[in-house]
């Protein structure tokens, strides 16, 4: 009895008989895409000299956009398709090239009839008289988060000109593998196919190497493909409304804050902002009643955009969290709030420790947008309570109710502090701690052989280091049309506990 394999692109699956399709996500009654149960000629075919290849279904499908789904590599033909119930028929006009092994890649191009499911698939046979077989696996990672990366693609593609050879698709641990090689030079790349044609665009996601990798016997590619996402047009990505008062705005590029401003002359006299975040900000609109339908133009001398400032009603309810929560010593305590603060009542503040229910002097409250900051008139330590009375806070939509809100006041015994050794490193870099997998700190590094970082709360800490190439004080991501890589991202997740009143030691090696 002759095997059938089937090829299905989720990284290294070889099916004997009947193909196994991965999952993709759907409705809870059926989310298995078709399975192939037959193809004329058998998969692996050689020595073909047809223009046909059928496959059969185990369930009434449907074609899905074949033009450009349906694709024969090397792309010598261009095939086009039929369906008649369970039967996918793929034609082509034009002869093969002899002795050249075919891969039919059918990329989401069926589906079944009631739930829409789908996958990605390839079959091979070969005009000569063997099919090749050299693979080359290989590993997708996220260039920025490090995490595996799946549903994209690793192509190969010719190195002169860039057409395409052989596909894979990266399964839940990023990796994937493609089989059916030839020797011979090729040029990898991996990219997320939004499109679906097979070929990384400008505006995919894409990670490269090398531009020319030798194959000469099956290869595991240990090292991975970072994959990035592409600078992308000047403007706003996002906009959240999070009351009348205060709408927080990102954008795909790095506003200049210098520069910004809304063009209507009015509008611009009504509307604070204040950055959160290199790419992101807040609005204040200081007029909630006149502007809660006025489309503005946002303008930093780079870009301009539109946005409808209020599209829908939004509650006026006045909600506050503490911003810091746990306050170092000497460190004001700070109040975000979901609205712009207009005033506040001092004398409707309290702090009282919860050691002896003793009342802690307030010195000042101040105000900046939608943060209320409160400095005590001595430094304190311990649990305590912040006490807001009704109406102590006058808000752009309206006054607070009562609330108490627990306070932990850090003493020195109670933080450590962290020396790192970064002497590995020769570039300015970022480094980002992460206690317990939340991020808790950021500094720049500009060529330092030691850094001491204080007042860390004890945990379980790793890291993520940023080789800052460019030193512009943030990672830049690549670009595929200038050969240009994202700037390097190297990750220490193996945990460092930092007791509290301890001083710890780490070295940051950097592994080229």
């Known amino acids: 009895m002759v095997k059938q394999l ?58 899905n956009k074949p033009s450009e789904s349906i694709i024969i590599v090397p792309p010598h033909v261009k095939p086009s398709a039929t369906i008649k119930k369970k039967n996918l028929t793929v034609t082509w ?72 050879v052989n596909v894979a698709q990266s399964d839940e641990r990023g990796v994937a593998t493609m089989n059916y090689l030839s020797p011979g030079e090729y040029r990898f790349i991996a990219f997320h196919d939004d499109n679906n044609d097979l ?30 996402d592409p600078v992308k047009k000047p403007g706003i990505r996002k906009k959240q409304v999070i009351s009348a008062s205060k709408i927080a705005l990102s954008f795909h590029h790095i506003p200049d804050l210098n520069e910004l401003k809304v063009t209507d002359v009015e509008a611009e006299k009504a509307i604070i902002f204040r950055s959160v975040a290199d790419d992101s900000l807040y609005l204040f609109p200081t007029d909630t009643v006149n502007w809660r339908s006025k489309k503005i133009a946002v303008n930093d001398g780079v870009f301009i955009d539109t946005l409808n400032l209020l599209n829908r009603a939004v509650s006026g309810r006045v909600q506050f969290k503490v911003a810091n929560s746990n306050i170092l010593p ?16 001092d004398s409707l503040f309290n702090i009282m420790l919860s050691e ?28 305590a309570s912040l006490s807001i009375k009704a109406r102590a806070i006058t808000a752009a939509g309206g006054f607070n109710t009562t609330k108490k809100v627990p306070l932990d006041l850090l003493a020195e015994k109670d933080l450590t502090t962290l020396e790192a050794d970064v002497s590995s490193y020769s570039d ?10 939340k991020e808790v700190r950021t500094l720049r590094v500009n060529k330092e052989q030691m850094v001491k970082i204080t007042h860390l709360v004890p945990g379980n800490y790793t890291f993520k280091v940023i080789v800052d190439s460019n030193q512009n004080g943030r990672w830049d991501t690549g670009s595929f049309a200038q050969q240009q890589q994202p700037e390097e991202v190297h990750f220490y997740s193996e945990p460092v506990r930092l007791r509290p009143n301890w001083e710890s030691t780490i070295t940051f090696t950097r592994n080229e």
């Open 6 to 63: 089937f090829l299905i692109l989720s990284g290294s699956l070889l099916i004997a008989s009947c193909a196994q399709v991965g999952r993709l996500s759907g409705g809870e009654q059926d989310t298995t895409p078709p399975r192939p149960v037959k193809t004329t000629p058998k998969n692996e075919a050689v020595n073909f000299t047809g223009n046909t290849f059928s496959v059969t279904f185990d369930e009434y499908v449907r074609l």
């Open 93 to 164: 006009e034009g002869a093969l090239q002899e002795n050249t092994t075919y891969a039919l890649y059918l990329n989401k191009a069926v589906k079944d009839i009631t739930e829409g499911n789908d996958s990605v698939m390839q079959f091979v046979f070969s005009t000569g008289s063997m099919i090749d077989t050299l693979s080359y696996s290989c590993v997708l990672h996220d260039a920025y988060t490090g995490k595996p990366l799946k549903d994209h693609l690793i192509g190969a593609f010719t190195t002169n000109d860039t057409s395409l």
């Open 199 to 228: 070929f990384p665009q400008e505006s995919e996601a894409v990670g490269f190497k090398d531009p020319i990798t030798t194959i000469s016997a099956s290869i595991i590619d240990s090292v991975p493909y970072r994959v990035f």
């Open 330 to 345: 000497g460190e004001s305590i700070t109040l975000e709030l979901n609205q712009r603060v207009v005033s506040v009542t």
């Open 356 to 383: 002896d229910s003793s009342m802690v002097e307030i010195e000042n409250i101040s105000i900046v947008n939608d943060h209320i900051i409160i400095t005590p008139k001595v430094i304190i330590f311990g649990q």
């Open 428 to 437: 300015p870099i970022i480094i980002t701690c992460y206690n317990e997998g």
